[in-house]
């Protein structure tokens, strides 16, 4: 058999050499030859840095680090969108990775002391063997990693705790290890439907909370055009306001735009820099962004039909993407942009999307990206309105997931109340984060710890600031501690109050009630109510719009009914001098039947939702539920009515004694 070998560099002749000739000590699972994915991790080199803690401190002596990351195709296939995790252990932060970049879109530096994934920057995909007549240069990628890590001392070798080919459709074997090399042998999974591919070309789309799609739809040697699709995937998820960003490989700027804009237009970077160079006859004065990482934004109502910025299918929309299962028509937003490219990308089939992409909004919870993948070219119905389609260029799709993150509170809260109760149970002290509260402010001091206070029911309608002396009065009513400070505010723009109305026999009922004490109106509100037990026996929303989401036979979907979308804001009191202000509000009652819930317990916790979200964001729920107090107060009746009988048997023989001892 004849062997081909190639001259390039030293290192990836060893890789070469092993993975076809090393015979490796046999384990349970590790071939002598990887006819798959092969990863190797090399540690190269590492020196103290500054501060010197070591010897006082030496757990948090940092390092700088030196390592190479090789990921080899040898299998039959090509490996699309490779990725790989890397488990670091040892506190490091990743300062550079040459050839890769985290594959959660995350900017270098960052802290992967936890592990990481990492993806392509330039070089995506993975040719096979087969396919190149063993073209190493297309079989094989390198990434060069530096960074800082903690603790571990020469001769010591910080390497991960463990390596593997993080895509879909793939096992990885046992690993080897042999000083400061790792490297693991991954193959397909022949029971995992992704290796059913439909084209070897092209990734499937990916599910995820959002998808944007990169399509391109025009072409020329030194520029494209490309139109951005937005689309909100997850039926709690929300956005207003959106910012995207994203960041530019290969140098390219924005020179025109429909159906968005720049937050900040500005050409300085291409005047004074490689892209003025190069094209020196072009009017940058009408270039609208030459930033690496632009932030682009939507356009108001107002342009959708501008001949100049709109006229783009779910453009200009002030931001605004609602949940898909609220309205499919505005779960989207869109624009197209003309971009540039730089040498020595001057070639129309050369099309690179940009990297690290980045989407927030004023409202809704927040995302993470992952990496552009390459899928099937997208199609569009054709603009003269015949019945075709025009398929784009190239399609990449970029996935995002919700992330919630701890250090991120609430925008919302919860109330609990009942019938069997006359105590409120408020929003937690601080729900949605303590404010402006000043502890060091002797006439405004508050425990942000203390549990909140009940309330009578007729505080619900009251502001905070105005229900302190209601609350007191009802802890003197009920015989109750009143802390010193008092517990804070739960500081939430707005509240919800879940209402236990009654129970019966054949069903149950309930009342939701919203609560807006901002300054500002909110259109297109929509809530959602889990309630695990509860809603197999869902009947009925009477003054507002609800209904079972699909596919989660646990969840409630609440909006407002076509012209009663609005939940308008705090308004004055009808006397503004002594009445506080009023929320605004929306109300309805909700049935329930017991017919397809047997055994369910209503008062003991069943008829209250478990988790409740206003447009997309997860609200704080109370740490506990109302007592149901009915059968204690039975028992309190029945042992007084016997304390009063043994009561009066006690007299009746004290008088009989006493009778018997006159006599």
């Not at 995350?106 to 087969?130: E, K, M, Q, R, Y």
């Not at 190493?136 to 390596?163: C, K, N, W, Y």
């Not at 605004?320 to 028509?329: A, H, K, N, Y």
């Not at 019938?419 to 000043?438: K, R, Y």
């Amino acid at each position: 058999m004849a062997i081909s070998f190639h001259i390039i560099p030293s290192f990836s002749i060893t890789l070469s050499i092993f993975s076809v000739f090393s015979v490796l000590p046999l384990s349970l699972s590790q071939p002598t030859v990887c006819n798959g994915v092969l990863v190797t991790y090399r540690y190269e080199t590492g020196s103290e840095i500054s501060p010197i803690l070591y010897p006082s401190d030496p757990t948090h002596q940092p390092y700088r680090f030196v390592s190479t990351l090789f990921v080899r195709n040898n299998g039959p296939n090509k490996l699309k969108n490779w990725r790989v995790f890397v488990g670091f252990q040892h506190n490091e932060i990743l300062v550079s990775a040459n050839g890769g970049v985290l594959a959660d879109g995350t900017a270098l530096p960052a802290n992967v002391g936890n592990g990481t994934i990492l993806s392509g920057s330039s070089v995506t995909d993975l040719n096979s063997a087969i396919q190149t007549a063993g073209d190493v240069t297309q079989m094989e990628v390198r990434i060069d990693l530096v960074g800082t890590q903690f603790g571990m001392r020469a001769p010591a070798v910080p390497m991960p705790h463990s390596i593997s080919l993080a895509n879909d459709g793939y096992s990885c074997l046992n690993p080897s290890t042999r000083g400061n090399e790792t490297d693991i042998c991954c193959i397909p999974d022949l029971n995992s439907n992704q290796n059913s591919t439909f084209d070897q070309d092209f990734s499937q789309l990916q599910n995820g909370d959002l998808s944007i799609m990169y399509d391109v739809t025009s072409t020329y040697e030194s520029y494209y055009w490309v139109q951005v699709t937005i689309s909100n995937q997850n039926p709690f998820g929300r956005l207003d306001n959106w910012n995207l960003k994203w960041d530019w490989m290969e140098g390219e700027f924005i020179n025109s735009m429909r159906g968005a804009y720049p937050k900040v237009i500005d050409a300085g970077d291409c005047i004074f820099g490689d892209q003025g160079n190069f094209y020196r006859n072009f009017d940058f004065s009408k270039v609208l962004s030459c930033d690496r990482t632009p932030t682009i934004i939507d356009l108001p109502l107002s342009r959708t039909n501008d001949t100049n910025f709109g006229l783009i299918p779910f453009c200009c929309r002030n931001g605004t993407i609602l949940s898909p299962f609220m309205d499919l028509r505005r779960s989207k937003s869109a624009f197209q942009m003309q971009v540039y490219k730089m040498p020595p990308n001057l070639n129309s089939t050369h099309l690179t999307p940009p990297r690290n992409w980045k989407i927030n909004s004023t409202v809704g919870p927040d995302y993470q990206c992952g990496q552009p993948i390459r899928v099937i070219p997208n199609h569009f119905p054709d603009p003269s309105g015949l019945p075709s389609t025009t398929s784009t260029v190239a399609s990449w799709q970029v996935t995002c997931n919700i992330t919630r993150l701890n250090s991120k509170k609430p925008k919302c809260c919860v109330s609990f109340s009942s019938f069997f109760n006359d105590s409120i149970i408020p929003c937690n002290t601080c729900a949605c984060g303590c404010g402006n509260n000043n502890a060091s402010n002797s006439n405004n001091v508050c425990s942000a710890t203390e549990p909140p206070l009940l309330l009578p029911s007729e505080a619900l309608l009251v502001p905070f600031d105005n229900r302190t002396r209601m609350a007191k009065e009802f802890a003197s009513l009920k015989s109750r501690d009143v802390p010193n400070p008092l517990p804070c505010g739960d500081n939430c723009g707005v509240s919800i109050n879940w209402h236990l109305l009654s129970d019966f026999r054949d069903g149950w009922t309930s009342r939701i009630t919203l609560f807006n004490w901002g300054e500002s109106d909110i259109a297109d509100w929509y809530a959602a109510a889990e309630l695990d037990k509860a809603m197999p026996g869902f009947e009925k929303v009477y003054s507002i719009d609800g209904k079972a989401l699909p596919n989660a036979n646990t969840t409630l979907f609440l909006q407002g009914l076509p012209g009663k979308n609005y939940l308008i804001a705090e308004r004055n009191g009808s006397n503004p001098r002594k009445d506080p202000p009023v929320p605004g509000t929306q109300q309805s009652v909700i049935s329930f039947t017991k017919k397809q819930t047997q055994g369910i317990e209503v008062s003991q916790g069943d008829g209250f939702p478990t988790k409740v979200y206003f447009n997309g964001e997860e609200c704080s729920l109370p740490t506990m539920l109302p007592r149901d107090n009915s059968n204690a107060q039975k028992s309190a009746d029945y042992l007084s009515k016997i304390s009063i009988s043994i009561y009066v048997l006690i007299l009746i023989s004290s008088f009989r004694d006493r009778f018997i001892f006159r006599s």
